[in-house]
């Protein structure tokens, strides 16, 4: 079991940063690939970034790839989402998402997902 909880959205200019944090529960986070997914009103969930439990390799959806990178801080139990030159199409909900163990690189699917953060909103001015 682990329990997620997200920080870090607000409101921001377009062209400006931001960076999300998502603070896990339990002693075995090292074993969780986790990932971040955003929802914006009136559309699905969608895939964002993941990083694997073992290695750090990490995979972006293409609309973020070069703009935003996931990173964890396994001491700290923490992932994170650093977002640059954000655009406006970026604002949504962003959620954090866990899965236990994996052996793919690409988990990309809600559905590969076990345990779920309340979300952080995110709104990019123009």
């Known amino acids: 079991q682990v329990r997620l909880v997200e920080s870090g959205g607000g409101l921001v200019q377009a062209g400006g940063s931001l960076r999300l944090s998502c603070a896990a529960s339990?002693?075995?986070?090292?074993?969780?690939?986790m990932g971040w997914f955003r929802q914006a009103p009136g559309k699905e969930r969608e895939f964002v970034a993941t990083i694997r439990w073992t290695g750090g390799r990490t995979f972006y959806a293409n609309s973020v790839k070069g703009r935003f990178a996931i990173s964890r801080d396994n001491a700290k139990n923490t992932v994170y989402l650093q977002m640059n030159s954000l655009k406006p199409e970026d604002t949504a909900v962003y959620y954090c998402?866990?899965?236990?163990?994996?052996?793919?690189?690409?988990?990309?699917?809600?559905?590969?997902?076990?345990?779920w953060g309340q979300g952080t909103q995110v709104t990019v001015s123009s």
């Open positions: 339990g002693r075995t986070f090292n074993s969780y690939t």
């Open positions: 998402a866990a899965r236990f163990l994996g052996d793919s690189d690409y988990y990309a699917s809600s559905l590969d997902y076990g345990y």
